[in-house]
C-alpha cells in the first residue's frame, strides 16, 4: 500500500476526514517550502499538495497563477521542486506528498534528465524514477487524460506512487468510470466550474454529486476549488473524505515577511483542523 492509502485507511479507523493543503513550490520564498510544508503537518495537514510552478496552468485561477509566476521567476521548476520532497523527508517519513502541475514541465524533465522520450512511455521514466526517490507519494496531472494514462499509472503504481484526477460537476458517468479504472490514493473533486478560487461553493450540490461518483468510485474523495474557510471545510467534510484547501492559503502567506509565513499557514489550518474534528464520526 501506498502512504495515501495508509493515511486515509488511519483517517478511516479513526473517524476523521483528511485535510489536504495546497501551496505552490517556491512561494511565496524560494527557500521555504520545506519549513512550510512541516509547519502545515504539524498543524493537522494529513497530505500536503505541492503545486509545480508551470507557466500556462489552464486549470489555476489568478492567485495560484500569481504564485506560479513567482516562483519560476524564482527559478523553480521541477528539479527544484523534487529537492524540496527530498529536504522535506529528512523531517517526515511518514506525510504523503503529492505533485500537482501539468504535462509540460514532466515532459520537459524526460528531455533534459532521462531518454527524451515521455513519463507515459515504454522507456524509462525518469520522473517516476526521481520522484519516487525523492519521496514522492502521488502525482496529479492536470492535462493527462485517464485515456492516455494506462502506462504512466502503472509505472508509478511500481514504484508505489499513485496516480490522482481530476472529477468535475461536468464529468460524465463514463469519465468517473474511467478514472476510477486508474485512479489510485483519491480523487479530486473539483467543486466548482472553472478555475481555482473562484465562485461560491455551493455545498448543496457537492453533497449530491459525492454519491454519484461513490458508486464509480470506491477510493477516497477529497473536494476542492472554493473552500476558504472553516465554515465551508466543515460543511464540505461532512461528505467528503478530504478537503482542499490552496488559493486561501496563498492569499494569506503572500505578502507575509519571510518568518511569518509559517506561523500564518498553521494558525490558519488549526482552525480547519479543528472544524473538521468537530464533525461527528
Request: net charge negative; aromatic share 6%; charged share 20%.
Amino acid at each position: 500500500m501506498s502512504r495515501i492509502t495508509d493515511t486515509f485507511e488511519q483517517l478511516k479507523s479513526e473517524k476523521r476526514k483528511a485535510l489536504i493543503p495546497f501551496v505552490t513550490a517556491g512561494y511565496p520564498y524560494p527557500d521555504i517550502t520545506p519549513a512550510l510544508m512541516a509547519g502545515m503537518v504539524e498543524a493537522g495537514a494529513d497530505v500536503i499538495e505541492l503545486g509545480v510552478p508551470f507557466s500556462d496552468p489552464s486549470a489555476d485561477g489568478p492567485v495560484i497563477q500569481a504564485a506560479g509566476d513567482k516562483a519560476l521567476a524564482a527559478g523553480i521548476g521541477l528539479k527544484q521542486v523534487l529537492a524540496m520532497v527530498r529536504e522535506f523527508r529528512t523531517r517526515n517519513q511518514t506525510t504523503p506528498v503529492v505533485l500537482m502541475g501539468y504535462a509540460n514541465p514532466i515532459e520537459r524533465y524526460e528531455q533534459l534528465h532521462g531518454s527524451g522520450h515521455s513519463a507515459g512511455s515504454q522507456a524509462e521514466s525518469a520522473f517516476v524514477r526521481d520522484a519516487a526517490a525523492a519521496g514522492v507519494d502521488g502525482v496529479l496531472v492536470v492535462d493527462y487524460p485517464p485515456e492516455e494514462c494506462a502506462d504512466f499509472a502503472a509505472r508509478l503504481k511500481a514504484q508505489g506512487m499513485d496516480l490522482i484526477f481530476l472529477l468535475a460537476p461536468t464529468s460524465t458517468d463514463e469519465r468517473m468510470a474511467q478514472v476510477a479504472r486508474l485512479a489510485s490514493g483519491y480523487v479530486y473533486y473539483v467543486s466548482l466550474k472553472g478555475v481555482t478560487g473562484s465562485g461560491a461553493l455551493d455545498t448543496a450540490s457537492v453533497q449530491a454529486m459525492l454519491p454519484r461518483i461513490r458508486q464509480h468510485v470506491k477510493i477516497p474523495v477529497g473536494v476542492g476549488f472554493g473552500i476558504r474557510d472553516a465554515e465551508t471545510a466543515k460543511a464540505i467534510g461532512a461528505s467528503a473524505d478530504a478537503v482542499v484547501i490552496g488559493s486561501r492559503i496563498l492569499q494569506l502567506i503572500g505578502d507575509k515577511p519571510h518568518a511569518q509565513v509559517v506561523t500564518v499557514a498553521m494558525d490558519f489550518l488549526r482552525g480547519i483542523r479543528r472544524a473538521l474534528d468537530s464533525l461527528e464520526g
